[in-house]
């Protein structure tokens, strides 16, 4: 496997062949990316940490920022707080994440290890959004969001653009181990930040039909509301669901965008079906993975399952298929 600079100095995660999965779902192949193996467990470590380093590399270029706490400033469902955390460990700087009801204790913990100050939110991860946002205009820390509604906010693309490495990685292990390019990607989402990011760097080396396909928990459906709405829009409801790192009510607005410019399909599915598809992955020789890690192939069962959802993305017996396994146990 050749080897690719990593902002973080790690070699690339596995892009694992599961041929018994296609055996089983109907199709060519089906391919998996390993970013359980990531460092911190999960991809969201190459983009806050990345957006943080340049976040703080911005404000000691300023001629002044005594208006502004030295000290970094996230909402997260668990991952980009971890993310956001280690990166002001690294940087000696302080961290406040801010956290809505349903992260877990142990989340919490992993995050408070690495010295951040955990806010606990009595809402959703949007009311958290909005919190983290407005201690940011107070002036207590910079704002290092992965989701935002201004088509330009310099963090929210470092973000995104950090994830560029998975599909670098991605590129460079098709060609090098030999393997079939994939027809169609099924991501998982939440603000859908990664998988714009995927549609973008992935779409060019992809056979054809180059199918995108975002897929979410149906409790917690942005990306579908604002694909359809064609710009973002906030969904209501108590976004809870097994799924709960995919778990936001308005999608970001620069991914959105993205994503519409690709044409990607949405597909949602229910909990027992993101549940599910973590046997089904670990069974295939997949990682072991949580509802919200397996949650890509928890979609593609549900279109192998349903022919006019077939039909409508072109996936059939020689379609190839690429899925993110996003974060290992926790």
């Known amino acids: ?19 018994r999965l296609a055996d089983r779902l109907g199709i060519a192949a089906v391919l998996v990316k390993a970013e359980n193996r990531r460092a911190l467990g999960n991809f ?31 909402a997260s469902d668990g991952n980009h707080g971890l993310s956001v955390a280690a990166a002001a460990r690294d940087a000696g700087v302080g961290a406040r994440i801010y956290l809505p009801h349903h992260v877990s204790a142990a989340r919490a913990a992993r995050i408070a290890a690495m010295g951040a100050t955990i806010m606990r939110v009595q809402g959703t991860y949007d009311d958290a959004v909005r919190e983290a946002a407005a201690a940011a205009t107070r002036g207590e820390g910079l704002l290092i969001a992965d989701t935002t509604a201004d088509h330009n906010d310099p963090v929210v693309r470092d973000v995104m653009a950090g994830y560029a490495t998975v599909a670098e990685e991605i590129i460079v292990q098709i060609e090098s181990e030999g393997l079939p390019r994939p027809s169609h990607m099924f991501v998982q989402a939440g603000v859908g930040g990664f998988a714009a990011a995927m549609a973008e760097l992935l779409t060019p080396a992809m056979a ?123």
């Open 1 to 19: 496997m050749n080897s690719l600079p990593s902002p973080i100095g790690a070699p690339p995660t596995p892009l694992l062949s599961l041929p």
């Open 208 to 330: 054809l039909p180059a199918m995108t396909v975002v897929v979410e928990p149906a409790a917690a459906a942005c990306v579908a509301a604002g694909l359809e709405a064609r710009g973002p829009v906030q969904i209501e409801g108590t976004l809870e669901t097994c799924a709960d790192m995919l778990s936001c009510g308005a999608a970001s607005a620069p991914a959105l965008a993205i994503l519409l410019r690709h044409a990607a399909h949405s597909i949602q599915v229910g909990e027992a079906a993101l549940r599910d598809a973590c046997p089904v992955l670990r069974n295939s020789g997949g990682p072991a993975t949580t509802p919200s890690g397996a949650a890509g192939l928890a979609g593609l069962v549900a279109a192998c399952d349903r022919a006019e959802k077939r039909r409508a993305i072109g996936l059939g017996k020689r379609s190839v298929v690429l899925l993110f396994v996003t974060e290992g146990l926790c």
């Open 44 to 74: 969201k470590s190459l983009g806050g940490t990345r957006a943080a380093r340049l976040a703080l590399a911005r404000l000691d270029g300023m001629e002044s920022d005594g208006d502004v706490e030295r000290r970094l400033i996230c």
